[in-house]
């Protein structure tokens, strides 16, 4: 049984090339979407429903909302009007949503499946939060210590780079 998978797989295959390939920025956002909702089904079904609900909670969740709130900030005017009259159209709307039924599809198929659910799974346990924690903390500390600092430096250099002058801000009033 280990049809879902593929089916994930192919999901996120195809959705990571139009995200590479789109040349409308809300549309490849739309598809990074799908993409990591499939890579969430995927660790579900090689028994890691921990790191899928990091998955859709981190980064299809919060990361890529804060992705598409700056992308349709920066582009501000009349021009932008127009431009979401047509985003608003359902050519727009068809592959992330075709995409989207078809993992939701496979989702409840897996859920539904509720007699033998090991049998759904490709790995041989569980992985839970605190195999995640146990890991993260001594095998792979350094590593988690370094993404901290590299975050910090990026919020940083963020801050500053956003940071406007006193004397621009009393210029313009």
Same mark, same amino acid.
């Given at each position: ?101 078809? @993992?939701?599809?496979? #989702? /409840?198929?897996?859920?539904?499946? =509720? ?7 490709? +790995? &041989? %346990? ?24 590299? @975050?910090?430096?990026? #919020? /940083?250099?963020?801050?500053?780079? =956003? ?7 009393? +210029? &313009? %009033?």
């Amino acid at each position: 049984m280990m049809w879902p998978f593929y089916v994930m797989a192919v999901v996120a295959i195809v959705s990571t090339i139009r995200v590479v390939t789109n040349t409308n920025p809300v549309h490849a956002l739309l598809s990074l979407i799908v993409s990591l909702l499939a890579v969430a089904g995927i660790f579900l079904t090689i028994g890691a429903p921990f790191a899928a609900a990091l998955e859709v909670i981190v980064y299809a969740g919060a990361i890529m909302v804060l992705f598409v709130f700056v992308v349709m900030m920066l582009n501000l005017g009349q021009h932008t009007v127009e431009q979401e009259r047509k985003w608003l159209s359902s050519d727009a709307w068809a592959y992330p949503a075709l995409m989207s039924f078809l @993992l939701a599809l496979v #989702l /409840v198929w897996m859920l539904g499946y =509720g007699d033998a659910p090991s049998t759904l799974l490709m +790995g &041989k %346990e569980m992985v839970g939060p605190k195999v995640v924690g146990q890991s993260l903390f001594t095998h792979y500390l350094l590593l988690v210590e370094v993404a901290a600092m590299i @975050l910090l430096a990026a #919020l /940083v250099a963020a801050f500053h780079l =956003g940071k406007r002058e006193p004397s621009e801000e009393e +210029g &313009k %009033e």
